[in-house]
């Protein structure tokens, strides 16, 4: 079994999948991917579910030594990305050895990176999610960061060391720009903001706050006002929670968020929009463009019909013919993509 031994764990990587559900009620948050576009392309990549575990890579990135075959990728940030001394690319399969190392650096553009590998990652389900909720010390690896020393273990067997080579074309893929625009929902409690309050909302670019973290995206700028106090009895809250507190400045709550709030709350940053959020950096600028209900589910479907068309075998998307049987005169070829419990495979028919 192929494991990854951690030389060096870089300053914060976690295991994270898309998150755990249905346990609210008891106070444990999703927790999952800050990005989970990123998460799921990654996974995409390497033949795996969508919601498969990764390793969320924030800002700088571990140094793993690979003890086995095994087949990987890495997405998200734009960041440089080694296997044995050697720039390889990310948004694209990739294969290692035993004895490889692979070294993941600073993030140029965007927060955080993927790694994702084929079979996955093999650590215990807690709640349904192999997600790390560190604040709390439980899910994905012993319910911490990474650490020099640990070795993770793959799921992966001897048939998911080379799974078929995709690619994500350059030209599709995420940006991570310093201005950010996200839609967003208003709130059912619009009441607490007068009317130029809430209009500011919308128009303001706010700054991402240093102290923004997996909890919550906080954000500086002109505060907004509360027409009877920022304190509301305590509620359910979701990850796109926009909440005011008595400051006037908004946080938007991300993955590691608390299960209730009780800040007024102003709008729900769409989920089609939330991964942005989790590449922001500090000093980043975000803009909130109004949108209503039905809008927000159309984004959802849109969002996720584009990362699967993402996906290119890595020879049509270079420009690569790839090596094929010679076709007879008046032959004809149709391709298709199929999945085989959850792996993409190319396929030919010849027609005469």
């Not at 991917?33 to 919601?51: K, M, Q, S, Y």
Request: glycine fraction near 12%; charged fraction near 25%; hydrophobic fraction near 35%.
């Amino acid at each position: 079994m192929t494991e990854l031994l951690v030389l060096d764990p870089g300053p914060q990587t976690t295991v994270q999948d898309l998150g755990r559900f249905g346990s609210q009620s008891l106070g444990v948050p999703p927790a999952g991917a800050a990005d989970p576009d990123a998460l799921e392309t990654a996974n995409l990549l390497v033949g795996n579910a969508r919601g498969e575990a990764c390793l969320e890579c924030t800002l700088r990135g571990p140094e793993l030594e690979f003890t086995g075959p095994a087949s990987f990728s890495v997405c998200g940030a734009r960041i440089p990305v080694l296997l044995n001394g050697i720039a390889v690319p990310t948004w694209e399969t990739l294969y290692a050895e035993a004895g490889d190392v692979l070294s993941i650096g600073t993030a140029e553009t965007g927060l955080r990176a993927y790694l994702a590998a084929a079979g996955g990652f093999d650590v215990p389900v807690v709640l349904g999610s192999r997600s790390t909720y560190v604040r709390a010390g439980f899910g994905g690896w012993q319910g911490r960061p990474l650490r020099s020393g640990d070795r993770i273990p793959l799921r992966g067997t001897q048939d998911t060391a080379r799974v078929p080579r995709l690619r994500v074309p350059e030209d599709i893929r995420p940006e991570y720009p310093v201005d950010i625009q996200v839609r967003a929902v208003p709130s059912h409690e619009l009441d607490r903001f007068p009317p130029d309050s809430v209009d500011l909302f919308f128009r303001e670019v706010f700054s991402v706050s240093a102290k923004s973290d997996r909890m919550g995206c906080r954000l500086e700028g002109t505060p907004l006002r509360h027409t009877r106090g920022a304190d509301i009895v305590s509620s359910g809250v979701q990850t796109g929670t926009v909440q005011v507190p008595g400051d006037g400045l908004p946080i938007v709550l991300l993955p590691d968020r608390q299960t209730t709030g009780g800040y007024t709350r102003i709008a729900h940053v769409i989920r089609a929009d939330l991964s942005k959020l989790g590449q922001a950096r500090p000093g980043d600028r975000v803009r909130f463009l109004r949108i209503g209900l039905e809008e927000a589910r159309t984004a959802w479907i849109a969002r996720d019909e584009e990362i699967a068309g993402r996906i290119r075998s890595a020879d049509e998307s270079s420009g690569r013919a790839s090596p094929r049987t010679a076709v007879p005169a008046g032959a004809s070829i149709r391709r298709f993509r199929v999945l085989v419990e959850g792996r993409p495979y190319d396929v030919e028919i010849e027609e005469t």
